[in-house]
């Protein structure tokens, strides 16, 4: 046997005479941050055998240096790293406690014994050490019951401590073990701390395992230095742009983790829903509460499998206090993956585990879990809504225009400073139903446009140093606001036609009603409000085909600004059970989310029918379907429900009123009725200037005239009127009657198509509806 190295073979008690190596050479998964396998000493397979008797690890064993490293051939962790006096100097002696380990797949030499670094500088051993390993009388590693730790850094106050400590203990539960002269670094609410460990059950030379029963305690707290920031003690969010009225109930629920309940059981759940559509602003609230600074962070992301959801409550628990933020719960328990059901089952374990703490200490646990969905009533399970689970739930609303303005304002970008205002406010006006995420949209596609009109081929994007920075105009503003869409109208593929009031000739009576719908609807003037019972809802205007219905609704969405969707009654029919319902509650929906919008049926008789024989006094004596009734009570709850319809506005238009089913007719409904007929002599006149001023016309033509020729004609035929006339002249043109400048529309073709031209509407329509008028309308 050698003096210093092998393995002795003689009747002295075992052990063998190694040289001190780093693990990381042979394995540097042995040495990871976690701590795990740090104190084992790992022996030729040999030489296990010979000492324990067998090939099994993780039994004690002493370790003794025998022979210290020279300074000369010490390398760079000769000198201890850890703080002054904590462990011993190269030459000092040293004695500690290790476990037996056969590191596995390699090929040692007999003469040889791998250290983690963490065991080192916890020892005292140095690299090029030659130590003495001896097997324990007792193999079996207890234990540990009450482990002593010390802070490196200084803790602020004795509140702290606590989450220090169950910083601490959740590290050394992740290691396994433990032995006195251990660092470990902790993190809570984002500081950093290192501890050291100073006994183990009052013994400052072994190493025991630490499990769940194990104790860890903090000594020597003392006050935080000046200039050191503390982990805030309240836990609140503030200042996010767009969301008081949902910062407002947050922070209400955030009450809970900030003080003790003044009844048992006020409040079981530390968790909460923060729902809402694509873009609201779910992730963006999520990062706010993040960064309180109140406590660790944990993200559980939507592909994590139960184990690891299962080992995020464990560390939040352990590092109080602490935040376990879901980004995507409908992803992360939807059921497009297979073990959804099992997720969601740990989940509400974890956190009835947390109520039930809660119920015992009369103050929530300080162990705040925030989830995100698209809706909570169909993404969340009913097993996870109960009381102890996420019964608290806020949606994330379209901001209005006050919420949009803030949030303009924190993506402003390169506005001039002296627009800058004026250009924010007016945005903030004209982009309703946008969300945060459309804003950011929408600024983004300014500046865009801005780099292509001062560089349209991108030669020469940067500006050079001394130029003025240049800014987004107003014009780009509005260019980048026509292409961009909000969310909520994402798959409405709906551009209507760009109509002013201008291009609806006639038809004042109409107009006037439309624009007091408008006005009351996006009025903020608190006196007029005093002046306003019910605000608007719903008009209906019924009369002849042709007489500018559908023309002012396109214009009214025009002049007010607002979302359109325009829907043809029979578009929503659906031969399947409780389809057409869904569509038309889906159609309400949305428009809610849209809001300040309009729904325009067309041919709404389709869909608005008398349910059975005799409802409206008209045709409307035929017994409908089962699914078209559906449809309709469905229409009638959407209009005039338990949900209040705000911000929306309903136009409808028909050539049947007979038929139309009366409840649909009824105060809070289609609470005003406007008869849209025939044009009087000027709205005829009104209408032949603004198609034919569009064309050339000899000096002969009579506007005035031909608006006396044409009594009795709609709006459209007046149009079709028009159209003929210029066909006459092409056709003049084309047969070389008129050449040059005499290729005109002349008074003659004119009166020859209006001469040609049947009307459309009759005396006995104007009669029917004048009696339907009489039973059922209300006249502006």
């Given at each position: 046997m050698s003096n210093n190295t092998g393995i002795n073979t003689g009747i002295k008690p075992k052990e063998i005479t190694v040289k001190v190596r780093p693990v990381s050479e042979c394995d540097r998964s042995q040495d990871k941050a976690t701590l795990q396998g740090f104190s084992r000493a790992w022996v030729n397979k040999d030489a296990l055998i010979f000492l324990t008797g067998g090939v099994e690890s993780g039994k004690r064993c002493w370790v003794e240096r025998t022979v210290p490293a020279t300074a000369t051939a010490a390398p760079k962790d000769a000198t201890s790293e850890t703080a002054p006096g904590s462990s011993p100097g190269l030459g000092d002696p040293v004695r500690r406690q290790a476990l037996l380990s056969l590191l596995p797949g390699s090929k040692m030499p007999q003469n040889i014994v791998f250290m983690t670094e963490a065991y080192r500088k916890a020892c005292g051993f140095h690299l090029g050490d030659i130590v003495t390993i001896r097997p324990?009388?007792?193999?079996?590693?207890?234990?540990?019951?009450?482990?002593?730790?010390?802070?490196?850094?200084?803790?602020?106050?004795?509140?702290?401590?606590?989450?220090?400590?169950?910083?601490?203990?959740?590290?050394?539960?992740?290691?396994?073990?433990?032995?006195?002269?251990?660092?470990?670094?902790?993190?809570?609410?984002?500081?950093?701390?290192?501890?050291?460990?100073?006994?183990?059950?009052?013994?400052?030379?072994?190493?025991?395992?630490?499990?769940?029963?194990?104790?860890?305690?903090?000594?020597?707290?003392?006050?935080?230095?000046?200039?050191?920031?503390?982990?805030?003690?309240?836990?609140?969010?503030?200042?996010?742009?767009?969301?008081?009225?949902?910062?407002?109930?947050?922070?209400?629920?955030?009450?809970?983790f900030n003080t003790t309940f003044l009844h048992k059981g006020q409040q079981r759940s530390c968790g909460i829903v923060i729902h809402g559509g694509r873009g609201a602003g779910k992730s963006y609230v999520l990062d706010r509460i993040a960064a309180t600074g109140w406590g660790k962070v944990f993200r559980i992301e939507e592909n994590d499998k139960s184990s690891t959801v299962e080992e995020a409550f464990k560390q939040a628990s352990a590092q109080r206090p602490s935040i376990i933020l879901v980004?995507?719960?409908?992803?992360?328990?939807?059921?497009?993956r297979p073990n959804s059901g099992t997720i969601a089952t740990k989940l509400g374990q974890q956190l009835d585990q947390l109520a039930e703490e809660a119920w015992k200490t009369d103050t929530l646990p300080k162990v705040l879990v925030v989830a995100s969905c698209l809706d909570y009533m169909t993404d969340v399970p009913a097993e996870l809504q109960k009381l102890t689970r996420f019964e608290r739930n806020i949606p994330l609303s379209i901001p209005n225009a006050q919420g949009r303005r803030e949030i303009l304002e924190t993506l402003s970008g390169p506005l001039p400073p002296e627009d800058k205002e004026s250009m924010l406010t007016m945005l903030a006006q004209q982009t309703h139903a946008f969300n945060p995420s459309d804003l950011c949209r929408l600024m983004g596609h300014a500046v865009e446009i801005l780099a292509e009109r001062l560089d349209p081929l991108q030669e020469n994007a940067t500006t050079s140093e001394g130029e003025p920075v240049p800014f987004v105009s107003r014009e780009d503003l509005e260019q980048a606001l026509r292409s961009t869409r909000p969310t909520a109208m994402h798959d409405v593929n709906l551009k209507p036609p760009t109509i002013h009031w201008q291009d609806v000739g006639g038809q004042?009576?109409?107009?006037?009603?439309?624009?007091?719908?408008?006005?009351?609807?996006?009025?903020?003037?608190?006196?007029?409000?005093?002046?306003?019972?019910?605000?608007p809802k719903g008009l209906l205007l019924y009369g002849p085909p042709g007489c500018s219905k559908t023309l002012s609704a396109q214009a009214m969405a025009t002049e007010s600004g607002f979302n359109f969707f325009a829907v043809k009654g029979?578009?929503?029919?659906?031969?399947?059970?409780?389809?057409?319902?869904?569509?038309?509650?889906?159609?309400?929906?949305?428009?809610?989310?849209?809001?300040?919008?309009?729904?325009?049926?067309?041919?709404?008789?389709?869909?608005?029918?008398?349910?059975?024989?005799?409802?409206?006094?008209?045709?409307?004596?035929?017994?409908?379907?089962?699914?078209?009734?559906?449809?309709?009570?469905?229409?009638?709850?959407?209009?005039?429900?338990?949900?209040?319809?705000?911000?929306?506005?309903?136009?409808?238009?028909?050539?049947?009123?007979?038929?139309?089913?009366?409840?649909?007719?009824?105060?809070?409904?289609?609470?005003?009725?406007?008869?849209?007929?025939?044009?009087?002599?000027?709205?005829?006149?009104?209408?032949?200037?603004?198609?034919?001023g569009r064309l050339r016309i000899a000096d002969d033509v009579d506007m005035g005239e031909l608006a006396e020729l044409s009594d009795g004609f709609s709006g459209a035929e007046i149009k079709q009127i028009c159209s003929m006339a210029s066909n006459r002249a092409i056709d003049a043109w084309l047969d070389g009657e008129r050449s040059g400048e005499d290729s005109v529309i002349r008074m003659g073709d004119a009166v020859e198509a209006v001469n040609t031209l049947p009307r459309g509407v009759t005396p006995a329509m104007l009669d029917d509806y004048e009696r339907w008028a009489r039973r059922f309308a209300k006249q502006v």
């Open positions: 324990d009388q007792d193999m079996a590693v207890p234990s540990a019951q009450f482990v002593e730790a010390e802070p490196l850094d200084e803790i602020g106050s004795e509140q702290e401590t606590a989450s220090w400590e169950g910083a601490a203990w959740f590290q050394l539960k992740r290691a396994g073990h433990v032995l006195p002269g251990l660092r470990i670094d902790c993190t809570v609410a984002g500081f950093k701390k290192s501890l050291q460990i100073r006994a183990v059950d009052s013994k400052t030379d072994n190493v025991a395992s630490f499990g769940e029963t194990s104790v860890i305690r903090i000594r020597n707290v003392s006050p935080l230095p000046d200039g050191v920031p503390a982990a805030p003690k309240k836990l609140e969010v503030t200042g996010i742009p767009g969301l008081a009225a949902e910062e407002k109930k947050l922070n209400r629920f955030f009450r809970g980004d995507g719960l409908h992803a992360l328990i939807g059921k497009d004042e009576g109409l107009k006037k009603a439309l624009r007091r719908m408008i006005a009351l609807t996006t009025t903020t003037d608190p006196e007029v409000h005093k002046l306003i019972l019910d605000p029979a578009e929503l029919l659906n031969m399947y059970v409780g389809e057409s319902e869904r569509a038309v509650r889906q159609l309400f929906e949305r428009a809610r989310a849209a809001s300040p919008s309009i729904i325009f049926f067309d041919e709404i008789d389709s869909i608005g029918g008398a349910r059975s024989g005799g409802g409206g006094g008209g045709r409307g004596g035929i017994n409908r379907s089962q699914g078209s009734v559906n449809m309709l009570t469905t229409l009638l709850t959407e209009m005039d429900g338990f949900e209040a319809l705000t911000g929306v506005l309903i136009l409808a238009a028909t050539n049947r009123p007979e038929d139309m089913d009366p409840a649909l007719l009824r105060p809070g409904r289609f609470d005003r009725v406007v008869y849209v007929g025939l044009p009087d002599l000027a709205g005829r006149e009104a209408i032949f200037s603004m198609n034919l």
